[in-house]
């Protein structure tokens, strides 16, 4: 109708004066060709005289609509291709939300009650994605490692479990299998370390499931799981990760609890290995330098180490235990141990830094085949111990002047140096930094490819655990007992304690 309305307008003559006006007492008379001219901007000829039909309707049709819905087409299909399949990904029967009651991509923050630190969370994972403390300058510095974009710890082919619960075995499992003790049955599992091994339970493990939320208060979170025979592992297991944040000095208590579930018939619940973790990368600088010329700050390469180990799981050149528990040398790249007797609850004390130990040439190979670096488990020495009172790590910076003392009731740790890559590469090729982790004052656009990513030695993992592929070695002497039923709950628990020092 607006078309039959526009060309009746079109086709309707307009006067035309026959002079034009001017400033002269007298108006000009047009010429000849003056009248053409404005006759045919007026009426068009071809709008008068040219009988033939007009394609606008149909230029408009490819134009406004046929067109863009075909680019539109074209770039949803190169977004869908470029992002990770989640059938590929994830092997979640109910996908990778696993019936989370909340978004798993969104931030639940706990503080202390004199906020003198905060965390933040995410249900995906139960990961920690941040932890604000105060250096002893009481500037605030975020701890921990992560992505701005929460979304990323599910999507990001590189991911390096950061801060993430992993389950339900943590670490390696030699040859994706193992045999179940009760039945003698070869249970296999997805081989998703180099096609050999399986890493931190499988494909998606417990890191990129969602979490539900079950308890939720200003200073405590609650997350709950159920495993049900995910990645190939038998039996259904239900799980409780729990965080809670006090003060004076400050304390992030982790608890993790796993019981498998009754069959609901008359069957006999299966037997299954469980062994969690707590995947957090440590940098006490916040990667920042130090602000009053206190060492040169920034690379955890540069924090003092101790920890009260005496032996270390030997490995082959694929990181897979060889079944010796060796003793550590004095003064190897595995030797933690505070010269002249400091450590423990009083600090690092005279403790090597990361990088005088992972410097040293005998390193070479401890994080892999050619690689020199840590990606090792260390064994704690003293199981006697009182795990609510005595520290088995200390991690300190001289630069910020931040401690954290690690408590926990596991045998042993696997400490990871981030030696390999994408560790050390330049953005975006590398794993980006959190905007909290760029140079102090720089925006993103300011730094520079380096500044933007992760260097290689610039946090430390620290995963309090069982001793690793237990599953090949229980009954041997040390490695303890991997397997549960219904009548065998899993317990773990760790406390993070930040200070400040002053040296």
Request: proline residues 7%.
């Amino acid at each position: 109708m607006l078309q039959r309305l526009g060309a009746r307008i079109l086709r309707t003559r307009v006067p035309v004066p026959v002079a034009l006006p001017t400033d002269a007492e007298e108006a000009v008379p047009l010429t000849a060709h003056d009248q053409l001219t404005l006759d045919d901007l007026v009426h068009p000829r071809h709008g008068r005289d040219d009988p033939r039909k007009t394609h606008a309707p149909w230029r408009t049709l490819v134009g406004a609509v046929l067109l863009p819905g075909l680019l539109l087409l074209a770039s949803t299909a190169a977004l869908l291709w470029a992002l990770p399949p989640l059938d590929d990904t994830l092997q979640w029967r109910d996908s990778y939300r696993n019936h989370s009651n909340v978004n798993v991509f969104e931030r639940f923050e706990i503080r202390t009650k004199d906020h003198s630190a905060r965390a933040t969370f995410i249900p995906l994972g139960a990961t920690l994605v941040d932890f604000w403390v105060k250096d002893r300058e009481g500037e605030w510095r975020d701890v921990v490692l992560g992505y701005d974009n929460t979304t990323e710890y599910l999507t990001d082919k590189r991911f390096p479990y950061f801060g993430a619960v992993v389950g339900r075995v943590a670490n390696r499992i030699a040859h994706a299998s193992y045999t179940d003790p009760k039945t003698g049955d070869l249970v296999h599992l997805p081989a998703n370390e180099a096609g050999r091994a399986t890493l931190h339970g499988g494909i998606a493990g417990y890191a990129r499931s969602g979490w539900r939320i079950i308890e939720r208060s200003h200073d405590r979170l609650v997350f709950g799981l159920v495993d049900d025979a995910a990645e190939g592992f038998p039996g259904t297991v239900d799980v409780r990760a729990s965080y809670t944040l006090r003060s004076d000095p400050v304390r992030l208590t982790t608890q993790l609890e796993a019981r498998v579930v009754p069959s609901s018939d008359d069957r006999e619940a299966p037997t299954t290995p469980i062994m969690l973790s707590s995947h957090v990368y440590w940098n006490l600088d916040g990667f920042q330098a130090p602000e009053r010329g206190r060492g040169t700050g920034g690379s955890a390469r540069d924090h003092r180490l101790w920890v009260d180990a005496d032996r270390y799981l030997e490995t082959d050149g694929e990181l897979i235990p060889t079944g010796k528990i060796a003793s550590i040398e004095r003064d190897s790249p595995l030797d933690f141990s505070a010269r002249g007797g400091g450590g423990g609850s009083r600090g690092a004390g005279s403790a090597p830094t990361i990088g005088e130990r992972v410097d040293l040439p005998q390193a070479m190979g401890l994080c892999g085949t050619g690689c020199k670096g840590l990606d090792t488990a260390l064994v704690f020495s003293d199981s006697a111990r009182n795990v609510s009172v005595d520290p088995v790590v200390v991690l300190e910076s001289p630069s910020s002047g931040i401690r954290l003392s690690i408590r926990t009731n596991q045998p042993a740790l696997h400490l990871f140096t981030t030696p390999t890559r994408p560790w050390g590469l330049p953005y975006p090729v590398g794993l980006a930094r959190k905007a909290s982790h760029l140079p102090h004052g720089k925006a993103p656009e300011q730094c520079t490819a380096e500044e933007r990513a992760y260097p290689k030695g610039g946090a430390v993992a620290i995963e309090c655990e069982g001793l690793v592929d237990a599953v090949h070695h229980a009954g041997e002497e040390g490695w303890g007992d991997p397997w549960y039923t219904p009548e065998r709950a899993y317990e773990w628990w760790s406390e993070y304690e930040l200070s400040t020092f002053d040296s």
